[in-house]
């Protein structure tokens, strides 16, 4: 079973900057898309970011300039650079690991990140 670990998220005030990190295992890394997600309460789960095996990236509109996704494909991790954070960035950050040609996501546990205005 696919195991997602995410970290680094925390309250932080308006414009700062966060690290979120997610460690896979029992994984076959190179078979995999991985994404982060975020569910603000009361809103649906929304696709925030992605990133292909081979570095090509995707980014829901509201993030674009502010966050970026990137992954280490040998140590099994992947990254959510997060700056000029806006209260409206309040959300659990979930990790998602989607095996390429197939709709099976697995998950992580979430990290939860606040903006204070």
């Known amino acids: 079973q696919v195991r997602l670990v995410e970290s680094g998220g925390g309250l932080v005030q308006a414009g700062g900057s966060l690290r979120l990190s997610c460690a896979a295992s029992r994984i076959t890394f190179s078979l995999y898309t991985m994404g982060w997600y975020r569910q603000a309460p009361g809103k649906q789960r929304e696709l925030v970011a992605s990133?292909?095996?081979?570095?090509?990236?995707t980014y829901v509109d509201s993030v674009k300039g502010r966050f970026t996704i990137s992954r280490d494909n040998a140590n099994k991790m992947v990254y959510l650079q997060v700056n000029d954070l806006k209260p409206e960035d309040t959300a659990v950050y979930y990790c998602?690991?989607?095996?390429?040609?197939?709709?099976?996501?697995?998950w992580g546990q979430g990290t939860q990140v606040t903006v204070s205005s």
């Open positions: 998602n690991a989607r095996l390429v040609g197939s709709n099976q996501p697995y």
């Open positions: 990133i292909t095996y081979g570095g090509t990236t």
